[in-house]
């Protein structure tokens, strides 16, 4: 996300796929859609960036075998100005932290959460530019 705006806090601000099949996935949102992919290395694996117009919409990355059985599903990120506070507080308002406060070299820091019915959702405290 590099060439992105910085989003306002309290907002959805990315997207990610997170699928078993990026290929046919990748082929999927760019005949439904028009995307077109953009592959990046991420340590050992490939992250893709969806662009329409030149312009970032989301991103997809592979479900990894450490993650358990889950489905391919969609991640919305909502940008706060403190990801580690936040999730401090997460329990004591009846939620859950499900990926702790972790570092995305030259992006920001992220956690996954779930809210008391259980749907997830990601915060993101996104880096100065």
Excluded at 14 to 36: I, P, S, V
Excluded at 97 to 118: E, H, K, M, N
Aim: hydrophobic residues 40%; charged residues 20%; glycine residues 10%.
């Amino acid at each position: 996300m590099a060439e992105q705006k910085i989003p306002e806090n309290g907002l959805f601000a990315w997207n990610e796929l997170e699928t078993t099949d990026t290929a046919a996935c990748k082929t999927f949102y760019a005949e439904l859609l028009g995307w077109e992919a953009e592959e990046m290395p991420m340590g050992e694996e490939t992250y893709t960036i969806f662009k329409k117009d030149g312009k970032q919409v989301a991103g997809m990355m592979r479900i990894l075998p450490e993650w358990g059985e889950i489905p391919s599903h969609w991640l919305g990120y909502v940008a706060v100005e403190n990801v580690d506070a936040l999730s401090e507080r997460v329990p004591e308002i009846g939620g859950r932290v499900i990926v702790q406060p972790t570092d995305v070299p030259g992006i920001g820091r992220f956690a996954i959460l779930s809210d008391p019915s259980g749907a997830v959702v990601s915060i993101m405290t996104f880096v100065s530019q």
